[in-house]
């Protein structure tokens, strides 16, 4: 695109603001990246190098002088510089929908409340692996860590560009319109951004599709209720694929046509059951569980909707290991596993990894609460869980909710809370990091602290 002569500001300098900025000034745009807190000074030194201009601590009336704005993710929508630049009606679009202007690849689109990142991870495996054999390149870029700004002039027609996508990310795309849509699950999370309310969220995560048309496909998770019910009877002028591992309770029609059948998964056809793989063939220690049926199921519908074969698929998933702070083993310390599961933000999150664990476990949970209703998974915890370890802003409330249920003990820290587990995990037993919770009380991110975790597991002198 040739945006020679338009003024664009971008709010927020994070990755993705300063990756958008950047883009922006490749392509002739005159730029102003505008962040109320502190930006590195080689950053600012290297943006202007590159002509653009950075300002820090406020945003100044510069920032509405704009034909339009790139903004943040993190930035929510009642902010006030969100309200301004709305009341002099200055357009704001997310880097994701700036991206795909300049998108010349296949865009594979990946969203939901879980499962996003193993989805992702497998889909640019499968396709890194196809692409080997077939001469393109696959781009792994969005809310996995990596900006699609920052990679997406290198994309090639027949590249595939494979787009995790957070609900934050969606508010802000009008016309970004992925050539294969997939929606793993949508429960309750970031609901203070929606002001608790469930169905705006569940919208923000359904833009993914709302540009979709002929020759396009939109996957989805049968399994989860919200969508079941969302797409029951609807029709669309794109391609609509069904996946799911639960048996069908009322005996109704099966709209599924990637499912789990007993010990293999398959694919429907018109002309039958197509064979992709057994099950017990991609199962290991640290890839596991339901859940990760599930998104296996997902990463199938997706190759097969790329055209990629079977053999492909079979090869990378019997490969494959997790993603890290994902259900990640770490190591084994007197007879107990120990396994980070940081990445677990969210109640439903932690009830995967709890019905993943073999036998009984002790649980560290924990962090900045985002409105969980612990009482739901009260049944489950009490099967499962030996001894409970609460852990940061909100161990008090996990408290309150799971005693008398099972024993819990609150930690001063992460190191207390695994000092604990060491002293009580019994041999065979598995110790579960799965915080249930943000980390922004403690942490920079989930990242920060799962790698913490495990500093402190490898730490652990075994007797």
């Not at 745009?29 to 590159?50: C, F, M, N, P, T």
């Not at 249920?405 to 190191?415: F, K, Q, R, T």
Request: glycine share 10%.
């Amino acid at each position: 695109m040739d945006l020679s002569g338009k003024k664009v500001s971008v709010i927020g300098a994070g990755k993705s603001g300063i990756a958008a900025a950047e883009l922006l000034g490749s392509a002739g745009a005159d730029v102003l990246l505008s962040d109320l807190g502190r930006i590195e000074e080689y950053e600012v030194l290297r943006l202007q190098k590159k002509r653009i201009s950075v300002e820090q601590e406020r945003h100044s009336e510069r920032v509405y002088d704009a034909d339009f704005c790139v903004i943040s993710p993190g930035i929510p929508p009642h902010a006030q510089v969100v309200k301004t630049l709305e009341s002099k009606g200055i357009h704001i679009i997310s880097e994701i929908e700036l991206a795909s202007l300049f998108c010349k690849a296949r865009v594979v689109g990946i969203t939901g409340t879980d499962g996003k990142t193993t989805t992702s991870t497998l889909i640019h495996r499968i396709c890194d692996a196809d692409g080997h054999l077939n001469g393109y390149r696959s781009f792994s870029v969005g809310n996995i860590g990596v900006p699609f700004s920052s990679k997406v002039l290198d994309m090639k027609s027949g590249d595939v560009a494979i787009v995790e996508l957070s609900s934050y990310q969606l508010e802000r795309c009008f016309s970004f319109k992925p050539d294969i849509a997939l929606i793993t699950n949508i429960t309750p999370d970031h609901l203070a951004r929606y002001d608790g309310d469930m169905p705006r969220y569940a919208a923000a995560k359904f833009r993914i599709y709302a540009n979709q048309g002929e020759g396009d496909t939109l996957i989805y998770n049968e399994d989860d209720p919200l969508l079941s019910e969302h797409f029951a009877g609807k029709h669309f002028p794109f391609n609509v694929v069904p996946f799911g591992l639960e048996p069908l309770s009322d005996g109704g029609h099966d709209r599924r046509i990637v499912v789990a059948d007993g010990e293999r998964i398959v694919v429907r056809t018109a002309n039958g059951e197509d064979q992709v793989i057994v099950i017990s063939e991609f199962l290991k220690n640290s890839f596991r569980g339901r859940h990760n049926i599930s998104n296996v199921l997902a990463a199938i519908a997706a190759a097969r909707a790329l055209g990629i074969g079977y053999e492909v698929v079979r090869s990378v998933l019997k490969e494959f290991r997790g993603v890290e702070h994902r259900q990640e083993f770490v190591m084994t310390v007197n007879g107990a596993c120990w396994v980070n599961d940081s990445k677990a933000t969210n109640l439903n999150a932690m009830r995967q990894a709890l019905e993943a664990v073999p036998g009984t476990c002790v649980l560290i949970a924990g962090g900045r609460d985002k409105g969980n209703d612990y009482p739901s998974i009260a049944g489950l915890v009490g099967k499962k869980v030996s001894l409970l370890i609460a852990l940061g802003e909100s161990k008090a409330k996990i408290t309150s909710a799971f005693e008398g249920i099972v024993p819990v003990h609150e930690a001063l820290s992460l190191e207390d809370a695994v000092s604990l587990a060491y002293g009580s995990a019994g041999d065979g037993q598995t110790v579960l990091f799965s915080p249930g919770c943000a980390s922004f009380d403690m942490f920079e991110n989930f990242e920060d602290r799962g790698i913490k975790f495990k500093q402190c597991v490898y730490h652990l002198q075994p007797c």
